[in-house]
């Protein structure tokens, strides 16, 4: 069994920075970073392989958000700079128990959740 637990997100104005981390109890696998805004589907925003050396990002936070995992700490990292208004969301951390390369941006591929964390950007 996975247990995915991730920190709290927060608020923050347009153009700052927060960082969002989730601690996981499996560590061979690739891990994910996805949101969902009210009224929309869930969407893959970065993943990354099990050990650390490829990353996988969404179009639309390419330069400004970065995954990140310290396997001796058993956790993710988001870094997510630059925020817009449009990044807010309930984020959530996700681990494909079936893959630890080539990761997928789908949530179809991904069998643990963590609880997801709220992020508001406000303009």
């Known amino acids: 069994q996975v247990q995915l637990v991730e920190s709290v997100g927060g608020s923050v104005q347009a153009g700052g920075s927060l960082r969002l981390s989730c601690r996981y109890t499996?560590?061979?696998?690739?891990m994910g970073w996805f949101r969902q805004a009210p009224g929309k589907e869930r969407g893959g925003v970065a993943a990354?392989?099990?050990?650390?050396?490829?990353?996988y990002y969404a179009d639309s936070v390419k330069g400004r958000f970065t995954i990140s995992r310290d396997n001796a700490k058993n956790t993710i990292y988001l870094q997510m700079n630059s925020l817009k208004p449009e990044d807010t969301a309930m984020y959530y951390c996700?681990?494909?128990?079936?893959?630890?390369?080539?990761?997928?941006?789908?949530?179809?591929?991904?069998?643990?959740w963590g609880q997801g964390t709220q992020v508001t950007v406000s303009s």
């Open positions: 990354i392989s099990a050990g650390g050396g490829s990353t």
């Open positions: 996700a681990a494909d128990t079936y893959r630890s390369t080539r990761c997928s941006l789908a949530g179809t591929s991904y069998n643990y």
């Open positions: 499996y560590s061979i696998t690739c």
